[in-house]
């Protein structure tokens, strides 16, 4: 998905970018004026881009960081692109693997209260909030120690 927008303001070290609203397309169902970065942490259409930014890729950062003259300059505008490998993945990592340990959990207390003679449906829920328990806690864990990696990875066209 690439998303335009009208750079702003510059410095050598970042630019202050704000994205063009669409309009809506004929028979498109899609939400492209809701703002895509309010999806990843950005809550207005005005944000700033660093030259040192990890959580972004950047094609000739030259041409958008340089001094030179073929650098862009404020006015023009710039092409936003969000890796859709990067979209496919954090939404396996946000919904299909969390169900995946539920149904693990869940089994795993099935089996265990089968295997001790005891009711099945007391361990199977005692399963599930273990497993609603550990997830909770990965999730607090992976977001503390990879709170770059949480972003997108933004293209600069």
Not at 34 to 43: A, D, E
Not at 79 to 94: A, I, K, P, R, Y
Not at 100 to 113: P, S
Not at 146 to 156: E, R
Request: charged share 15%; net charge positive; glycine share 8%.
């Amino acid at each position: 998905m690439i998303r335009w927008a009208t750079l702003v303001a510059k410095s050598p070290d970042w630019v202050e970018l704000k994205l063009i609203q669409n309009g809506h397309c004929s028979g498109c169902t899609g939400q492209c004026n809701r703002s895509l970065f309010k999806l990843f942490s950005f809550q207005d259409n005005h944000f700033k881009l660093f030259n040192n930014d990890r959580s972004i890729q950047l094609i000739n950062s030259d041409v958008l960081f340089g001094h030179d003259a073929k650098a862009r300059q404020v006015g023009q505008q710039v092409g936003l692109e969000v890796n859709s490998d990067f979209m496919l993945s954090g939404g396996f990592q946000l919904y299909i693997l969390p169900l995946l340990w539920v149904m693990l959990f869940m089994v795993g207390g099935h089996f265990l209260a089968l295997k001790l003679m005891l009711s099945t449906d007391l361990l199977t829920l005692l399963g599930l909030i273990l497993a609603l328990v550990f997830i909770f806690f990965k999730q607090r864990k992976d977001a503390h120690l990879n709170s770059s990696k949480s972003l997108p990875k933004v293209t600069i066209l």
